[in-house]
T-cell receptor, first 116, second 112 residues
Framework: EAQVTQNPRYLITVTGKKLTVTCSQN?????MSWYRQDPGLGLRQIYY???????DKGDVPEGYKVSRKEKRNFPLILESPSPNQTSLYFC???????????????FGQGTRLTVV | QKEVEQNSGPLSVPEGAIASLNCTYS??????FFWYRQYSGKSPELIMS????GDKEDGRFTAQLNKASQYVSLLIRDSQPSDSATYLC????????????FGAGTTVTVRA
């Protein structure tokens, strides 16, 4: 089954304790991205990756890191989480196609993170 | 100006009625447009994609695109309680071919 898998689904942590949220896709997609979703603000892109070893900042990258060592995996790292990073996080992946008919994104199940 | 804006809602419609959702976008060169449905606490799922001006129908859903007006809409005909969800408009920004920018979403409630 084609899917994007995130882990964990729920996480409560304390301020400053490093954490990693994993994301893996089995569709051979080149493009992967991380979003956070907050009430009234919609989905905002944190980081994205066009392919292995190619990553770039999205709209709200502060406080986050990512890596793309393999095509299927795109972990999100919070080196020193703070309460303002409490949010619902989604990983998404898509093909990279030239032309207008592109980039339908497939989403993971989401990770609800609470930083206290 | 936000890249993608949706009518804020919430939108409440009776069962069997038409729900109309609107979305405008700022990047005139954008070429790919999507509507996602998101149930509370769940991940977004794609329900419609549209790339050309005009209407595109899929079952009870119709997407409408007007690039000159930078406007895309979604109509849900014969609304059902199972349509109660938040609907997200997403647009590929022309200046960044692969980035999807999302609106804040419109929450629809279908009253039985």
């Amino acid at each position: 089954e084609a899917q994007v898998t995130q882990n964990p689904r729920y996480l409560i942590t304390v301020t400053g304790k490093k954490l990693t949220v994993t994301c893996s896709q089995n569709m051979n997609h080149e493009y992967m991205s991380w979003y956070r979703q907050d009430p009234g603000l919609g989905l905002r892109q944190i980081y994205y990756s066009m392919n292995v070893e190619v990553t770039d900042k999205g709209d709200v990258p502060e406080g986050y890191k990512v890596s793309r060592k393999e095509k299927r995996n795109f972990p999100l790292i919070l080196e020193s989480p703070s309460p303002n990073q409490t949010s619902l996080y989604f990983c998404a992946s898509s093909f990279v196609r030239v032309g207008p008919m592109n980039t339908e994104a497939f989403f993971g199940q989401g990770t609800r993170l609470t930083v206290v | 100006q936000k890249e993608v804006e949706q009518n804020s809602g919430p939108l409440s419609v009776p069962e069997g009625a038409i729900a109309s959702l609107n979305c405008t976008y700022s990047d005139r060169g954008s070429q790919s447009f999507f509507w996602y449905r998101q149930y509370s606490g769940k991940s977004p799922e794609l329900i419609m994609s549209i790339y050309s001006n005009g209407d595109k129908e899929d079952g009870r859903f119709t997407a409408q695109l007007n690039k000159a007006s930078q406007y895309v809409s979604l109509l849900i005909r014969d609304s059902q309680p199972s349509d109660s969800a938040t609907y997200l408009c997403a647009v590929n920004m022309f200046r960044d071919d692969y980035k999807l920018s999302f609106g804040a979403g419109t929450t629809v409630t279908v009253r039985a």
